[in-house]
């Protein structure tokens, strides 16, 4: 697993609208009031007050109230979505919004895939090598042990697992590099989505490996659809 700041792994490649995802994905949970220390508020508070005002546009509100009303419009739009699906609706109708709007968009004309006992996997689209994914794994489920044919992006949205190497919450984003490998599982608690930006196939090892190798699972190319 590299060990690489936020800064380091999405500089130079947010061109790539599979990784500009899972940035703007980061930074809706980064930023949302669940994961934000609140003892951090009155100081960043403070600084604010030291700090010399500047003047705006005058399209300045009008800009700000345009982004309001249409994030308002998508909120609606996934309540919606919500309101007439079943239970795994809801979910995804409450994951961060950048995520949720490109989950939404891949239902329309996809559905959500087997990913192995108690996962599924939704393709959300493709940019040039890489390709997106959103993974639902209940508690107690996870991946077979497997290494990495390229370089491979995951962030974790909601719930917990543990890899054999390590723990990993909400907001915490790893890189898997050939030569890594490991075993994510779920742990007890909420459901575990997970954001994964891929280069290509995992590399199952053991009787999976040999699995993988006859039928080419779990690997389902994009090209149908291609990220904004």
């Known amino acids: 697993m590299t060990d690489l700041s936020l800064q380091q792994v999405f500089d130079g490649r947010r061109a790539n609208a599979a990784v500009d995802l899972?940035?703007?994905t980061t930074d809706a949970l980064r930023t949302d009031s669940r994961?934000?220390?609140?003892?951090?508020?009155?100081?960043?508070?403070?600084?604010?007050?030291?700090?010399?005002?500047a003047d705006l546009s005058a399209e300045a509100l009008d800009r700000v109230l345009a982004r309001i009303e249409a994030a308002d419009a998508r909120d609606e739009r996934a309540a919606e979505f919500a309101a007439r699906g079943d239970s795994i609706a809801a979910e995804v109708a409450g994951l961060?919004?950048?995520?949720?709007?490109?989950?939404?968009?891949?239902?329309?004309?996809?559905?959500?895939?087997?990913?192995?006992?108690?996962?599924?996997?939704?393709?959300?689209?493709?940019?040039?090598?890489?390709?997106?994914?959103?993974?639902?794994?209940?508690?107690?489920?996870?991946?077979?042990?497997?290494?990495?044919?390229?370089?491979?992006?995951?962030?974790?949205?909601?719930?917990?697992?543990?890899d054999g190497h390590a723990w990993y919450g909400p907001g915490d984003l790893t890189v898997a590099e050939p030569g890594f490998s490991h075993a994510?599982?779920?742990?007890?608690?909420?459901?575990?989505?997970?954001?994964?930006?891929?280069?290509?196939?995992p590399k199952f090892l053991g009787v999976f490996g040999g699995l993988q190798k006859v039928l080419g699972f779990p690997w389902t190319p994009a090209a149908r659809r291609t990220l904004p």
């Open 184 to 201: 994510p599982t779920a742990l007890k608690g909420d459901i575990c989505y997970v954001l994964a930006v891929t280069y290509g196939p």
């Open 35 to 53: 994961f934000v220390e609140a003892p951090s508020d009155p100081l960043g508070g403070a600084f604010l007050g030291d700090e010399t005002p």
């Open 22 to 24: 899972i940035a703007r």
């Open 96 to 162: 961060p919004s950048p995520l949720r709007e490109a989950a939404l968009a891949a239902l329309t004309d996809d559905h959500w895939r087997l990913g192995g006992v108690g996962i599924r996997r939704l393709i959300l689209g493709a940019s040039g090598a890489a390709q997106a994914e959103l993974m639902r794994i209940e508690p107690g489920f996870g991946t077979p042990t497997h290494d990495h044919t390229a370089e491979e992006l995951t962030l974790i949205v909601t719930g917990a697992y543990d």
